[in-house]
């Protein structure tokens, strides 16, 4: 869903918004995009909240060691980030290298795509249009929607091809017309951590290609061929969490006796492993207590696991800044027709853009190797 409305979004980008609506949602093709996207935001969310209503969890008891006090949420955080077990800190490790070069082609391809244009391609005449900006910006949004729509593929196709880690949990029963070809299917699929590592790889290699392009054609095809390791962005690092996050909190599920009510659990606090018998307690509340433990982990790993991905954002910026800085420093040379020469960089100097992804690349190559160490764990 998330790649269909990038589809959307990406394509209302490319489309001359002001040629189609005037200036009632605003004077630029930027200020009309930013209501459409609040408007979609708005209706979306609201659509939500109408359709789904959440079950109210009430804790059973209340765990001496559970961090109190103002800041309790943030002890809870720090305390659990640093008694990570061995997997859940490989996968966090692993967002935490892809993310800082996933960063600067997320933010900067679609501008990337029309600095090709501008620096390669453009016809005589066209930088003096009144709307440089919004050309630039329809280019590139036309290479995102490429992007997206390769990535809403993958994600319906990719797992049928991969196998996923439940595999083989429960008896396939498909059709006798087509069993044979699925039984050859199955025995060359690659499980789900190995594609997570050769798309790490793939995404490296794509990027490593981005100071070589000298064509809007060769830039699009870059961007579009994103979409495929994107996907496993996505998919493998919340799958993995989750599976981890399950079997932590599956010994949180109470084994119950049905004669007398009893039950046996284990429950993580503060990153080490606590055994708490519990004998007679009534049904609904050891059932209750087991759901309210699974829900806690999910939102403390999977929230330290967005730290690992808030954090590169960051990294990835500062690197950026630098590198426009020394590479790119002044006025683009492609928009800024007031500025003096001085003032401008060099245009056929090496593409800032381009270098930012190249060295996310180097990046992409140390989030394989983290991933692969997985298999060892």
């Known amino acids: 869903m998330g790649s269909l409305g990038h589809i959307i979004g990406y394509a209302m980008g490319a489309v001359?918004?002001?040629?189609?609506?005037?200036?009632?949602?605003?004077d630029t093709q930027f200020k009309q995009l930013t209501v459409i996207a609040a408007l979609g935001i708005m209706i979306t969310s609201a659509i939500t909240c109408w359709a789904v209503s959440e079950r109210v969890l009430v804790s059973v008891r209340e765990d001496p060691r559970r961090a109190k006090g103002r800041f309790k949420v943030f002890r809870q955080i720090w305390s659990t980030l640093l008694t990570?077990?061995?997997?859940?800190?490989?996968?966090?490790?692993?967002?935490?290298?892809?993310?800082?070069?996933?960063?600067?082609?997320?933010?900067?391809?679609?501008?990337?795509?029309?600095?090709?244009?501008?620096?390669?391609?453009?016809?005589?005449?066209?930088?003096?249009?009144?709307?440089?900006?919004?050309?630039?910006?329809?280019?590139?949004?036309?290479?995102?929607?490429?992007?997206?729509?390769?990535?809403?593929?993958?994600a319906w196709t990719m797992p049928i091809l991969i196998r996923t880690p439940d595999h083989g949990s429960f008896t396939r029963r498909p059709p006798a017309m087509i069993a044979g070809w699925l039984e050859i299917l199955d025995k060359v699929k690659p499980d789900l951590l190995t594609a997570w590592i050769i798309s790490h790889l793939v995404f490296a290699g794509a990027m490593f290609l981005t100071p070589?392009?000298?064509?809007?054609?060769?830039?699009?095809?870059?961007?579009?061929?994103?979409?495929?390791?994107?996907?496993?962005?996505?998919?493998?690092?919340?799958t993995f969490l989750g599976i981890e996050v399950n079997k932590l909190s599956g010994a949180s599920h109470p084994s119950i006796d049905s004669a007398n009510g009893s039950a046996s659990y284990r429950r993580l606090s503060d990153g080490s492993s606590i055994e708490l018998r519990d004998t007679r307690l009534d049904r609904d509340d050891?059932?209750?207590?087991?759901?309210?433990?699974?829900?806690?982990?999910?939102?403390?790993?999977?929230?330290?696991?967005?730290?690992?991905?808030?954090?590169?954002?960051?990294?990835?910026?500062?690197?950026?800044?630098?590198?426009?800085?020394?590479?790119?420093?002044?006025?683009?040379?492609?928009?800024?027709?007031?500025?003096?020469p001085g003032e401008q960089s060099d245009p056929d100097g090496p593409n800032a853009i381009a270098v930012c992804m190249f060295i996310g690349?180097?990046?992409?190559?140390?989030?394989?190797?983290?991933?692969?160490?997985?298999?060892?764990?």
């Open 286 to 340: 050891v059932e209750a207590g087991a759901v309210g433990a699974t829900g806690e982990l999910s939102g403390v790993y999977f929230g330290i696991m967005n730290i690992f991905t808030t954090i590169p954002q960051f990294i990835a910026t500062f690197m950026s800044t630098i590198i426009f800085s020394v590479l790119e420093p002044g006025k683009s040379p492609e928009l800024a027709e007031d500025a003096r």
């Open 361 to 377: 690349a180097i990046s992409a190559v140390a989030a394989a190797w983290q991933t692969s160490k997985l298999k060892r764990m």
């Open 16 to 26: 001359d918004l002001i040629g189609h609506f005037g200036t009632t949602l605003g």
């Open 212 to 238: 070589f392009a000298s064509s809007i054609r060769s830039a699009t095809l870059i961007v579009a061929f994103c979409g495929i390791p994107w996907s496993f962005a996505q998919w493998a690092p919340t």
């Open 84 to 154: 990570l077990p061995p997997r859940i800190r490989g996968i966090c490790n692993s967002v935490f290298w892809a993310w800082i070069a996933w960063f600067p082609f997320l933010v900067y391809s679609s501008t990337w795509v029309g600095e090709m244009y501008f620096r390669h391609e453009v016809p005589e005449g066209a930088r003096e249009t009144h709307d440089a900006l919004g050309d630039m910006g329809r280019i590139g949004s036309t290479a995102l929607t490429v992007y997206s729509t390769v990535t809403f593929i993958s």
